[in-house]
């Protein structure tokens, strides 16, 4: 079963209009961070916004903010004031807690391909 | 600061090649290191993890091995390339007690089998 699911592979906005990115997610762990990524055509990873498990309040940086609704399992992403820049692959991530002797592992959606246009 | 650094940036390689990409990372001890692999219009896939020297664990079977010869070097490599492992590969750290969004991904390395 997918763990992590990205519904909208591609999605279209105007410039300086929100967007919102769904993920969902599926774990027994009640310890776990979710995490988005931006993507641009170079292919670095750039880290955008973390909300952690028993984190009271949804997560925000500057013009990003997740949607962390905990019952649900899910966790999007808002994306304010929507520039040309912005246009990008956006991964959802999720990390779990570590068993004895491994390492905790981010597990990832397949994307959303975000175009923001004029 | 801690840094971490991968290369090859790109390669072409023809299919029965060797493969060998190379991730080290400087400023910290102790890491967590990890290789992912996006295969194109895909998501990252995790290939190996490492929690010390010559410790690997692998997460999918593959025609892929990695190895951790020193305490921050991570190193992919293949005897023989197959079309299948074109791609995007990026190598990755955690400090050893992973807390918060504490993982740093290195500049990633375009392979394409020929």
């Known amino acids: 079963a997918q763990k992590i699911t990205q519904t909208q592979p591609g999605m279209f906005v105007q410039e300086k209009e929100a967007v919102t990115l769904d993920c969902t997610y599926d774990t027994s762990d009640p310890s776990y961070g979710l995490f988005w990524y931006k993507q641009p055509s170079s292919g670095e990873m750039i880290f955008l916004i973390y909300?952690?498990?028993?984190?009271?309040q949804n997560a925000t940086e500057g013009r990003y903010s997740l949607n962390f609704q905990k019952a649900r399992k899910s966790a999007n992403l808002v994306i304010s004031a929507s520039q040309l820049g912005d246009s990008a692959m956006y991964f959802c991530?999720?990390?779990?807690?570590?068993?004895?002797?491994?390492?905790?592992?981010?597990?990832f959606g397949t994307g959303t391909r975000l175009q923001v246009t004029l | 600061s801690q840094t971490i650094h991968q290369w090859p940036a790109t390669l072409v390689q023809p299919v029965g090649s060797p493969l060998s990409l190379e991730c080290t990372v400087e400023?910290?001890?102790?890491?967590?290191l990890y290789w992912y692999r996006q295969a194109a219009g895909r998501g990252l896939q995790l290939l190996f993890y490492s929690v010390g020297i010559g410790q690997i664990s692998s997460e999918v079977p593959q025609n892929l091995s990695a190895s951790r010869p020193q305490d921050r070097q991570f190193i992919l490599s293949s005897k023989k390339l197959l079309l299948s492992d074109s791609g995007f590969y990026l190598c990755?750290?955690?400090?050893?007690?992973?807390?918060?969004?504490?993982?740093?991904f290195g500049e990633g390395s375009w392979l394409t089998v020929v």
């Open positions: 909300q952690g498990s028993y984190d009271q």
């Open positions: 990755a750290w955690t400090p050893r007690r992973l807390a918060g969004n504490t993982i740093y």
């Open positions: 991530a999720m990390r779990e807690a570590a068993g004895t002797g491994t390492a905790s592992k981010l597990t």
């Open positions: 400023g910290t001890s102790n890491p967590n």
